[in-house]
């Protein structure tokens, strides 16, 4: 009994040596800023003002006129059977974007369009799905989707003969036109 009292008596011993020290407050780790005043203001001495020579008028410079904003934007191109923007599409939406931003009250429709392959159906919903996906690209630059407006006309209103694989890539568009 008294081997277990004592080896008892070392393990707390031991015990309180190790978990004491992590017992101990810590201390802050922010410490508390120095305080610093703005210095006294330097008393600033009046000085008279020199004699004014005659100030000569001269007419105020006359600005450039801006040119009204051009919202008619064409060749704006998809892939095939598809609402993806053709890459060479991007600077044209980015002009048009900028150009959309000098009137913010402007009010555009997205014309959509397609070529002659397929449906009538099927190419009156991806002329849609294309000007849907203009929309999509021009709100994300920052124009109100509420003045965009959306029409399909899926192949109703060609620009090239239909007949040939380049005029059928012409007609894959999507025109913006200003609603004013």
Do not use: W
């Amino acid at each position: 009994m008294k081997i277990i009292k004592s080896h008892l008596f070392v393990f707390v011993i031991l015990l309180a040596v190790a978990v004491l020290p992590a017992c101990k407050a810590k201390k802050p780790i922010v410490t508390r800023p120095a305080v610093t005043y703005p210095p006294d203001p330097v008393p600033v001495k009046k000085e008279t003002p020199p004699a004014q020579a005659p100030v000569q008028e001269t007419p105020a410079p006359v600005a450039a006129p801006v040119a009204p904003p051009d919202y008619n934007f064409k060749n704006i191109q998809f892939e095939f059977n598809s609402g993806i923007l053709k890459t060479e599409s991007y600077p044209i939406l980015d002009k048009a974007a900028a150009e959309m931003k000098k009137d913010p009250t402007a009010k555009f429709i997205l014309n959509g369009n397609s070529s002659a392959e397929g449906s009538y159906d099927h190419n009156m919903a991806l002329s849609i799905e294309r000007a849907n996906s203009v929309k999509l690209y021009l709100v994300n630059t920052g124009i109100a989707g509420d003045n965009l407006a959306v029409k399909g006309y899926g192949e109703s209103k060609p620009i090239a003969d239909n007949a040939t694989e380049d005029g059928r890539k012409l007609n894959r568009r999507v025109e913006i036109k200003s609603n004013k």
